[in-house]
């Protein structure tokens, strides 16, 4: 079974738990929620936290607000969300694995996975794609080339997930790459850079390359999986351990809500989360086109997937050197 079957089997399964969920208390909103994506438009967060808000806003009766707030890896919208008000009227999206460790990366100096009722909705893998026009037939002449020449990489920043998917590559091949990374605000504009042979490559996640690929501005080489990227339209993309000894692990996204709202916000939410996003045939819709995984859940069990991705990262930044705080003093434990 692979590993988004495994993924899926798990949402479907917590679903059915969730479903007996009740909540204490209902919260009924009284103005707009505003969800701040930190991350400019068109971008994996972006898009799937557009397909997700008017499930909220329909479940809560309000407006709900998608709001655009880019820079710095994701970390200025991140912390405006922080310095917001705790009243369940701000919230924040992004892939988990950024909003654990942007102290590790010393990008936010407090912040850590526990400052947030976690949210998720879906996992995705890195693609690495190449300009149409590249010369590289698969991964394996495109590796070559990214350990000896002048290759450039769009990626959206140093720990967005294009960016740490390159930094995943360089650990593989021993540190030995000389692939040069290229940082946009945001996911769309690294893609769009590779599509038009600005950048002659990238490493961002399958969903934000999907509309390129189909209009044959991009060439998927390989997805950062141990199993074939299936997504619909498209030929089966071949996993990197094809190539690589490499472990990989899902990247999941969602909305975060900081802690600190009123109970009854959390509780309200939680059963939103559990009779309808979980079983959003949008969300589903949304995941099969995209080759993203639909694998939604909140809470302990959200934490729970969240936590190995998240000290993959931090782990690999301490033992690349990047780490500025130690991933241990946000909670998250490297094997020795």
Known sequence: MSMFSKLAVSAATFAIIATGAASAETWQPDR???IIVPWSAGGSTDQVTRVVAPILAEALDTEVVVVNQPGASGSIGTKAAMDAPHDGYTWTANAIANNATYAVSGLLEESNIDDYRIYLHVANAPLISVNADSPYKDFGELLEAMKTGNVTVGTAGVTS???????????????????????????????????SGEV???????????EMIKAGRLRPLAVLSDTPLEI?????????????DIEVAPDYFGVFIPKGAPQE??????????DKVMNSEELKSYALQRGASFAPSYGDEARARAIPVATNEACAMKA??????????????CKE
């Not at 990374?181 to 690294?190: F, K, L, Q, R």
């Open 32 to 34: 707009p929620i505003n």
């Open 161 to 195: 997930s294009g960016g740490t998917a390159l930094a995943t590559l360089n650990d593989a091949v021993g540190g030995n790459m000389t692939a040069r990374m290229v940082a946009y605000d945001g996911g769309n504009p690294a893609v769009i850079a590779a599509a």
């Open 200 to 210: 002659d490559m990238t490493t961002q996640l399958a969903v934000e390359q999907t």
């Open 232 to 244: 619909e339209g498209i030929d089966p993309i071949p996993p990197v351990t094809e190539w690589l």
């Open 265 to 274: 916000v959390y509780d309200t939410v939680d059963q939103v989360w559990a």
């Open 320 to 333: 690349r050197g990047e780490a500025v705080k130690d991933p241990s003093e946000v909670g998250l434990t």
